[in-house]
């Protein structure tokens, strides 16, 4: 196997903040560079097979990755000096507020986890169309490191660098409003805030259920809509996610299946041994941990029904 680059795809615009984690296994030691054939070159056609494939973009973030990304941020606008001064003072944010801004990015629902990795919803793609050039680059956080690195040395007022962050944010908020840019909520549902009457919206919740969420921030009112859980259900084996309030709690399968709350229980208890006896069982083993069948058994039960 081998191959030649002839249109580099994502990777053009990627430049230099291309993850460093990109290397496929085995796969690329194998594979080799074809060799330089110019037209009229006469060579011995051995095979010939033609196969369609795509270029694999990136991929996505894991938390850790993230993290490691945002300590290194790597090629700042290509300026050698700036990203020496970033690698310098530990990258963006420091190891005590890394973990916080991501989870911010949570929150404010402009990503969300899909197993390990971080997905950008659609709020936090429009936020990055949105946000004026200048904030989305690492650059900015170098220069600010090197202006206060300079103060630190003494080298700067620091009179001079707070007046002038104080005109810059003055400046970053007119240019927003007078921006024709608009943002468009992808998720708005008919059902209006019990507190302030705007149109709530529809975002996924931290455990994977649905939130409604009103979009004034201020308000801030939230309802949690449905939640996963780790009931299987009965026709197709996948978890359930239960929905509803009191009285109407449902359990619902994307197979279709649907069985109410009251019902579920009702169904469980007549499969026999009743969660409490189970617990005190496997409270009264020495090792539940162990790994003998009946205590998989038992341990696969309680996640089942926990
Ligand atoms: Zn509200
Ligand atoms: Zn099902």
Known sequence: MGRRVIKEGWKAAY?????????????????????????????????????????????RYTEAALLTAMEHPGGVGRDKELSKTLEETGGLGTPATRADIIEKLFSAFYAERNGKSIIPTAKGIQLVGLVPEELRSAAMT?????????????????????????K?????????????????HENVTREKCPECGKFLLEVKGKKGGKMLVCPDRECGWRKSTSVATNARCPNCHKKMELRGD?????????????????DFEKRREERGAGKADVSRYMRSQKDPGGSTALADALRKWQEENS
């Open 15 to 59: 430049g230099a903040f291309e993850p460093s984690e990109e290397t496929d296994d085995a796969e690329d030691e194998r594979e080799q560079e074809l060799p330089d054939i110019k037209q009229g070159d006469t060579i011995e056609l051995i095979s010939a097979k033609a196969a369609e494939g795509r270029t694999k973009p990136p991929a």
């Open 142 to 166: 170098a220069q600010w490191e090197k202006r206060l690195g300079a103060i630190a040395r003494g080298e700067e007022r620091s009179e001079l660098f707070v007046a002038e962050m104080r």
């Open 168 to 184: 810059y944010a003055s400046r970053l908020v007119d240019e927003v409003k007078a921006s024709d840019k608009s943002y468009v």
């Open 246 to 262: 009191g009285e109407k709690r449902m359990f619902v399968c994307v197979c279709g299946f649907r069985e109410r709350l009251a």
